[in-house]
């Protein structure tokens, strides 16, 4: 077993504004994943354009807000859908993973949301958590829906750029954040059920192989959520339920504690 890391304190970036907590109101997505406890917003998906700004999803009621370099939030888009998180393309486009809908893209000049992607051949998906891209284009998602150790058929795809679909698993208890290594030879998977991060290796024509546990946490009312990397390597993980951060070097030794000011919601 490692020391225990070194513990960073945080504090609050940027609060949503009371004009866009939405009070009073239910949905499907806020009796399932949340017992029908009242959900002002639940923001997940956090990414950076060239600009500095952030943008984030609202999973239940299908907003996506942009927060400039000050903390100022804006609402920058909405439709009707379970956004559960997004990456920005390199030509600007914003990609959308969609909980109910599939792969979706939002033009930021029009801020229209379209379909991109809704099934897997003639299957739907049981419900598309994240997304990251690679150097290439590529475009590797995980499809989590409700599995976990009760049910590990979770699945990790691969959307290439000329617009093939691999499934590269299926197997996966919670398949949720992603992130490829320095290297795009393979790509880290937070399994949240199984509280743990795996490794996927990936051959040269993009198949995975030799899968297996790369951090093994524990405790947490939910488990490892978002996931990134940094320019060193090292993982940086969400771990929900536990309202943390941790981060890992990229040989699996932990280095901080980051914890949240906020509570225990640490979702990305």
Known sequence: MFAAPRLVETTVFATIPDKFRIRGRSNRWTEVQRGGAPTECFLEGPSFDRAGNLYVVDV??????RIDPSGAVELFAEYDGEPNGLKIHQDGR?????????????DPASRVVTPL????ALDRFKGINDLVF????????TDQGLTGLHDPSGCLYRLRANGQLDR?????????????????NAVFVNVTRGNCVWRVPLFPDGSAYKVGVFIQLSGGLGGPDGLAIDQQGNLA???????????????????LRIRSCAGLATTN
């Open 134 to 141: 690679a150097s290439n284009g590529d475009l590797y998602f």
């Open 117 to 120: 992607l809704e099934r897997a």
């Open 168 to 184: 590269l698993l299926s197997s996966i208890p919670s398949p949720n954040g992603l992130v490829l290594n320095l290297a795009e």
């Open 60 to 65: 239940p009621w299908g907003r996506i807000f």
């Open 94 to 106: 914003i990609f959308i993973a969609d909980f109910r809908h599939g792969i979706m893209v939002l």
């Open 237 to 255: 993980i969400a771990h929900i339920g536990l309202g943390v951060v941790w981060l890992f070097s990229h040989l699996g030794e932990p280095l």
